[in-house]
């Protein structure tokens, strides 16, 4: 009997550490307090420019506290359908069965064009190619052309880098690049491509290693990395703000902040700061294209 | 009156650990063992691991973290039993008290310290030198994990030697017998449940060792194909776990088998201890056996 109650009171301490360490703060509805919350996670291709929103927006609202997290798309939708954010930040837009798994947990996803972005394909600046086909592209992740001399460049193996699979990048790419935007295509990612866990960590191996290529989020891509001109069949482009608002440029896309139902109080006015053009100046400033009015 | 409580106190400490350990499990199972029904058992284990396009395969994964952790340990046992030798029995004193804390030292170093310095050094070094096509490959994670159990093995190892009575090693130089030759005939066997032990723990270490793998093996899902697969990139369970839990929905089939795979880790390492525990075992009757 004494044995037992031993038991019960160590289950009753571990049970409320549980229960202390799963925190649901989504507190922006709370008025008593003068400070305000406005929590903030997902894609790391917006966590940088989001964090110059945040920024900016505390300066100028001291009583809105906003905490920006990265951990890819995958992860700040899954917080928003758990209900752990106010805003999820992605670089893809939200799937049909996350919007499924959203409704069924009471969570209603209301999806917000912040930036627009485009996907850079870069290169060693040793590697003597300067452009390639989207076909190309697609069969070097694909793993059907391993080496660079097939493409016009010199006797190298290709390494294919490629970011995680709870990147928004990642999926874009797929569907976009390496399936060629066929919905009906399985074409997957050869096994052999590296998936390596930050944006940083791509741009760091492409800069070291001449045998690598890989794919970014323009505003990523520093200056000791070469970009490539794309074709997809109107000439080989390379990625601008110009060649992106004018839709030339093949692979550029949306991001998007979602939040649970049409944004309400503290979260609405930052979301219409957010468009606001000094807000899109920071786009502009690190590397992404601004969002234009009416899309 | 003080005493009982005391006695309750500890008995409390030593309860809570097993009943700790015992709900983990439970909650792995919980988690984990739905995986079963929702992937059939050829498709859990085929060879190809792409969870957003449901293919679960996790033998690539299984085969990565074995490679990377066999390796690893090959590395790491003669230089950890090395250094404890040398600490233990061939270190002048004051050459032993400045190597005892560097060692500590190294095992202090976090272990995404560790990735880090791989990355930055470690792997384009080692793509230049075997003129490899990256430097994120499965030889790099064993290096530094092996960096990583050094510290382990050594430590443990060192006091092990330790235990070993010195009226052993006199009666060992008493017949006329070298250093050398005590060390490895007398001290060594007399010590080897302790060193089996501390490379038992060495590879638990190895085995669970997740941001520092995670930041240099390059993470590609390939399967074991003989030794050029050392020097290819690949994907830990651990490194599988801690990259796409973020990611997955509560209760998904995703979910299920990223538990899975932590059961699949769980009974590694209950393997690696019982193992441990048996040679232990086995040496204490030994020893006496040469008693009575």
Redesign the interface.
């Known amino acids: 009997m004494k044995k037992s109650g031993a038991i019960f009171f160590i289950l009753v301490i571990f049970l409320a550490g549980c229960a202390g360490a799963s925190p649901s703060q989504s507190g922006q509805t709370d008025t008593s307090t003068t400070k305000q919350y406005i929590e903030n996670k997902g894609s790391d291709t917006l966590v940088n420019l989001a964090l110059a929103w945040a920024e900016q927006y505390q300066k100028e609202h001291p009583e809105v506290q906003i905490s920006v997290s990265g951990g890819g798309t995958g992860t700040g939708i899954t917080a928003l359908i758990n209900g752990t954010v106010d805003i999820a930040n992605a670089s893809r837009a939200i799937k049909e069965e996350e919007i499924a798994e959203a409704k069924a947990n009471g969570i209603d996803p209301y999806e917000i064009v912040v930036a627009n972005d485009a996907i850079a394909v870069i290169v060693n600046p040793e590697n003597p190619v300067n452009q390639l086909t989207i076909d190309q592209v697609s069969q070097i992740y694909q793993g059907l052309i391993t080496n660079w001399k097939e493409v016009g460049g010199e006797d190298r193996p290709i390494v294919c880098l490629s970011r995680e699979t709870n990147s928004g990048t990642h999926v874009y790419f797929l569907e976009t690049v390496v399936r060629k935007g066929n919905a009906d295509s399985t074409a997957l990612f050869s096994v052999e491509t590296l998936l390596l866990p930050s944006s940083e960590g791509i741009i760091a191996e492409v800069r070291d290693n001449p045998n690598a290529i890989g794919y970014d989020g323009l505003g990523y891509v520093t200056e000791d990395v070469k970009v490539l001109a794309l074709d997809n069949g109107a000439g080989f482009i390379l990625p601008s703000a110009e060649t992106v608002n004018n839709k030339t440029y093949p692979i550029a896309r949306q991001l998007y902040m979602y939040t649970n139902g049409e944004p309400q109080g503290i979260v609405k006015d930052y979301i219409d700061w957010i468009h606001s053009a000094e807000a899109q100046q920071f786009v502009l400033d690190l590397g992404f294209i601004p969002y234009t009015q009416g899309e | 009156m003080k005493d009982k409580l005391i006695t309750?106190i500890i008995?409390?400490a030593g309860?809570?650990s097993i009943?700790?350990v015992l709900?983990i499990f439970l909650f792995l199972l919980r988690e984990g063992l739905p995986a079963l029904s929702e992937v059939s058992f050829s498709d859990l284990f085929a060879t190809?691991w792409?969870?957003?396009?449901d293919l679960f395969g996790i033998l690539?994964l299984f085969s990565g973290s074995l490679l990377v952790t066999f390796f690893s340990i090959l590395i790491a046992i003669p230089f950890g039993v090395g250094t404890a030798i040398y600490i233990a029995e061939v270190a002048p004193r004051r050459v032993k008290e400045i190597l005892k804390p560097m060692i500590e030292l190294l095992a202090g170093i976090p272990s995404v310290v560790l990735g880090f310095i791989g990355?930055?050094f470690l792997?384009?070094a080692l793509?230049e030198w075997l003129n490899l096509?990256?430097?994120?490959t499965a030889f790099t994670g064993a290096l530094l994990l092996a960096l990583i159990s050094i510290p382990t093995i050594v430590s443990v190892g060192e006091d092990a030697l330790n235990a070993v009575p010195q009226s052993y090693r006199e009666a060992s130089y008493a017949l006329g017998i070298t250093r050398w030759q005590t060390i490895w005939r007398v001290t060594l066997p007399a010590a080897r449940s302790g060193m089996i032990t501390a490379v038992m723990l060495g590879i638990s270490r190895t085995l669970g060792e997740t941001m520092a793998v995670?930041?240099v093996t390059?993470?590609?899902?390939?399967?074991f194909k003989g030794i050029v697969s050392l020097f290819?990139?690949t994907?830990t369970m651990t490194a599988t776990i801690a990259?796409?839990m973020?990611?997955?929905?509560?209760g998904?089939t995703h979910y299920h088998v990223l538990f899975f795979i932590g059961i699949v880790l769980f009974l590694f390492s209950l393997i690696i201890n019982i193992v441990s525990n048996h040679f232990s075992e086995k040496n204490r009757k030994d020893k006496e056996q040469v008693v009575s």
Request: charged letters at 20%; proline letters at 14%; glycine letters at 8%.
């Open positions: 309750r008995q409390i309860f809570s009943l700790i709900l190809r792409y969870p957003i396009e690539p990355i930055v792997s384009p793509r096509p990256t430097g994120l995670m930041m390059g993470n590609a899902p390939t399967m290819k990139p994907r990259s796409e973020g990611e997955v929905a509560s998904s």
